[in-house]
């Protein structure tokens, strides 16, 4: 059976899930003719939190690393929808936008693999750079929506990353807790 703690943890992380409201499935950039289907939000995190890996994490490190690696797995999706849309003709300010959400998502992807080996060495420097991905993410939903870039799977995908963020910040401040003089 998994420890008091992790089993709280894995109850906040769904609860948050739960607590979301249905997100819309299709994308329109004003000149581009784009439609994009995903699932909703919360198939995705039931479905990702009912793996056989999540149920046999051992503990919050190991329950960490999964959930980094799925960050990681949406935050590169999500940047394949940004450079498939990149690619159809649109305003110059719709490009700049997208072009300043691509590199927020480059940033996230290096963040989230810095991330997964940092929670067993020092989720101090972690909980850090999680922190510092939420701001690159709001100044790209910030840009789509100035330009009103008309895209709902782009702000989901925005959505998710802030969800990651906040799970990041709350496992990597469980692991400070659980082991206060290892960091």
Do not use: H, W
Request: charged letters at 15%.
């Amino acid at each position: 059976m998994a420890p008091p703690n992790q089993l709280c943890l894995v109850l906040v992380i769904f609860l948050s899930v739960f607590s979301l409201s249905s997100l819309s499935t299709s994308v329109i950039i004003p000149k581009a003719n784009v439609s994009l289907s995903i699932p909703s939000s919360q198939l995705v995190f039931l479905k990702a939190l009912s793996t056989p890996e999540f149920i046999a994490a051992m503990d919050t490190t190991q329950l960490g690393t999964l959930i980094m690696k799925l960050r990681e797995t949406n935050a590169k999706a999500t940047l394949n929808v940004y450079n498939e849309i990149i690619k159809k003709p649109g305003s110059p300010q719709a490009l700049k936008a997208l072009n300043c959400c691509v590199e927020a998502y480059k940033y996230a992807i290096l963040s989230f693999e810095m991330v997964s080996s940092e929670l067993v060495e020092d989720p101090q420097t972690a909980n850090y750079d999680v922190a510092v991905i939420g701001p690159k993410i709001a100044n790209c939903e910030k840009e789509l929506i100035n330009v009103k870039v008309q895209a709902p799977r782009l702000l989901a995908g925005n959505r998710f990353m802030k969800y990651y963020v906040s799970m990041g910040y709350k496992i990597t401040s469980t692991l400070e807790l659980e082991n206060p003089n290892e960091y």
